[in-house]
């Protein structure tokens, strides 16, 4: 059974950071991308970043280009997403999800950008 547990989300001030984790479990995490999406209070999930099978390879959305650092550790088949210069429009339940697995995806963590 896939398993994708996120942690690390928050409440923090605009220009703050946190950093998020997504433990994965019941696949071969180190041959599969991986994509962080993200739902705002009200809207559709939106794509944050995907990074590929050997972290070689990420993208990003314009919107948190320069400031949201994905990476893997496929040790620990973990999967990070590094938020800096935090804005309140990132505020948002975000989920790490397999590439080309919609259904695969975590529960979600809370970030809250608000002074």
């Known amino acids: 059974e896939v398993q994708l547990v996120e942690s690390g989300g928050g409440l923090v001030q605009p220009g703050g950071s946190l950093r998020l984790s997504c433990a994965a479990s019941?696949?071969?995490?180190?041959?599969?991308?991986m994509n962080w999406v993200r739902q705002a209070p009200g809207k559709g999930l939106e794509w944050v970043s995907s990074?590929?099978?050997?972290?070689?390879?990420?993208s990003y959305a314009d919107s948190v280009k320069g400031r949201f650092t994905i990476s893997r550790d496929n040790t620990k088949n973990t999967l990070y997403l590094q938020m800096n210069s935090l804005k309140p429009e990132d505020t948002a339940v975000y989920y790490c999800?397999?590439?080309?697995?919609?259904?695969?995806r975590g529960q979600g963590t809370q970030v809250t950008v608000s002074s």
């Open positions: 019941g696949f071969f995490f180190s041959i599969y991308g």
């Open positions: 990074i590929n099978s050997d972290g070689g390879s990420t």
């Open positions: 999800a397999r590439a080309n697995f919609p259904g695969d």
